[in-house]
C-alpha cells in the first residue's frame, strides 16, 4: 500500500466528522475512538468533556509552549480558547453541517508558566443561528483562576441544497 493510498488520521477525522453529528463526533474522540486531531496532539491538549453547547478541554504548560521571554505563547493561549469556542459550538450541529472560525477576540489577564499546573478551558456557545454563531471560552487553572477569556465568532457551513 502506497503512502497516497493510507488515510492519515487527519483525514479520517474530516471523513468522520462529516458522518456524524457534532457532539457524537466529540465524544468518540474523547473516548479514543477517533484520534485526537494532530494538532492537539503537537501540543498537549485533550479534550476531556463535550455536552450539548459546553466542551472543555486541559493541559499542562511545559517549555515547549514558552516563547522568548519564559512564559507561554499567547498563540498556545489563543490556540485553546479558539478550540473550546468552535467545538462547543461543533456539539450543536447536525451531520454534515461543519463551521469555522469567523474571528476570535482573546483578553490575556496573567502570564502562564510551567509552575501555574494544569490549565482547564470550557467553551459555550451563546448563539447558534442558521449562518452565524458566537462562542466564548474561559481558561482557568485548578483553583478557579481566570488566565485568559475569548469571544469567538464562527460561520455555518450548511451543505449547498441544490
Do not use: W
Not at 62 to 89: F, K, R, W
Not at 123 to 134: D, E, M, Y
Amino acid at each position: 500500500m502506497t503512502d497516497l493510498m493510507t488515510e492519515t488520521a487527519a483525514g479520517q477525522l474530516a471523513r468522520e466528522a462529516g458522518q456524524r453529528d457534532g457532539l457524537d463526533f466529540l465524544r468518540a474522540v474523547i473516548a479514543g475512538e477517533l484520534p485526537a486531531p494532530p494538532l492537539a496532539q503537537l501540543l498537549g491538549l485533550r479534550m476531556t468533556e463535550a455536552d450539548p453547547g459546553r466542551v472543555v478541554f486541559e493541559f499542562t504548560p511545559t517549555e515547549q509552549h514558552y516563547n522568548p521571554i519564559g512564559s507561554v505563547h499567547g498563540g498556545m493561549y489563543a490556540t485553546i480558547l479558539d478550540s473550546a469556542a468552535g467545538c462547543a459550538a461543533q456539539s450543536l450541529l447536525p451531520q454534515g453541517v461543519g463551521y469555522t472560525s469567523l474571528d476570535l477576540t482573546v483578553k490575556f489577564l496573567r502570564a502562564i508558566t510551567v509552575h501555574t499546573g494544569p490549565l482547564r478551558c470550557e467553551g459555550t456557545v451563546t448563539h447558534l443561528g442558521g449562518r452565524t454563531g458566537l462562542a466564548k471560552a474561559e481558561l482557568r487553572d485548578a483553583t478557579g483562576k481566570l488566565y485568559a477569556e475569548a469571544i469567538s465568532s464562527l460561520l455555518i457551513l450548511r451543505p449547498d441544497p441544490s
